[in-house]
């Protein structure tokens, strides 16, 4: 009993460094590497006078009250991912099972013609927007619904941004991205296992998706910084930009529930919530003063969302 209690905080503790070495991960090194080129582009462009370094890692941002708060969570969640969410990943593969399973029941056996990679690029294509969409969707129920605020407004008491702020979210928020992604998964999943007869095993369906890999190049660890990188006006309109999702952490009123999406711009275009980054100059980050008091340390942020 006592091996597996540190079998099982060994690997807790271990799960969040393995981001860093997993191309399904934000911080995966190469993504990393891409963002910090992308902040070369605009630290010259901004003709800053501090060096690169300073400027990229500030002592004032990445040792912040907040920063440290980041890093916290980042490690507790880790916990929280070994022990709770890693046994629930399994509900996929059984929810696959069933969606393929009930539609072969309804609607009997395919007869659709396809070769191997036209099933896989359209599958790749329909998952990243069905993905796309839940996110946006849950993230937007986040915003609205106060019960669900309480605990994802966590992820707002930043009042500095890094790349590790990704990760500020509170346990019950992280189950619940989980179990979104889980289920986006199983239903397509089994939708085109179910169309391809069961020809193209379920393996094949796993892996980094195209769309999420080039997100995740062209400045994904941009968007929880400093660092204004923005995009040409008219892509504004269908990928939000880094500096985009900063303006959805601004602790100002006009800002609040803008550029909730998290890859296309297309949702907030259509829930009336997009804001593009020539609309806007200085940004402050944070719930404000008087909320922020609130979530100053880590118990605070675990804590408050159920004192509230």
Do not use: C
Request: charged share 15%; net charge positive; proline share 4%.
């Amino acid at each position: 009993m006592l091996q597996e209690i540190i079998d099982i905080l060994f690997q807790s503790i271990k799960e969040p460094f393995g981001y860093f070495l997993s191309p399904k991960k934000r911080l995966y090194i190469l993504y990393l590497s891409t963002s910090l080129v992308l902040a070369l582009y605009v630290y010259f462009k901004k003709r800053t006078q501090v060096s690169f370094l300073r400027y990229i890692f500030p002592k004032k941002i990445w040792l912040n009250q907040s920063a440290q708060v980041d890093y916290s969570l980042f490690i507790i969640n880790g916990f929280f991912k070994v022990i709770i969410l890693a046994p629930i990943v399994i509900l996929g593969i059984y929810l696959q099972e069933w969606v393929s399973e009930l539609l072969f029941n309804v609607f009997g056996t395919p007869n659709i013609e396809l070769s191997r990679s036209s099933i896989v690029i359209t599958y790749t294509i329909v998952l990243w927007l069905f993905g796309d969409f839940a996110h946006f969707y849950l993230h937007y129920l986040m915003h609205k619904i106060p019960l669900l605020w309480k605990f994802h407004k966590i992820h707002h008491s930043a009042t500095v941004l890094n790349p590790i702020t990704q990760y500020r979210i509170h346990p019950l928020e992280l189950v619940l991205n989980n179990l979104k992604s889980i289920i986006v998964f199983g239903v397509v999943t089994g939708l085109f296992y179910y169309l391809t007869n069961g020809k193209i095993g379920i393996i094949a369906f796993l892996g980094v998706n195209v769309f999420k890999f080039v997100f995740l190049t062209i400045g994904s660890n941009l968007r929880h910084s400093h660092v204004k990188f923005t995009f040409p006006l008219w892509l504004e309109y269908i990928f939000i930009s880094p500096f985009q999702h900063q303006i959805h952490h601004s602790d100002k009123q006009e800002h609040y529930d803008k550029n909730i999406g998290s890859h296309l711009a297309i949702w907030d275009w259509l829930f009336g919530s997009l804001i593009v980054s020539k609309k806007v100059k200085n940004l402050r980050f944070g719930l404000g003063r008087k909320e922020g008091e609130k979530h100053k340390s880590i118990l605070d942020n675990l804590t408050t969302p159920f004192r509230k």
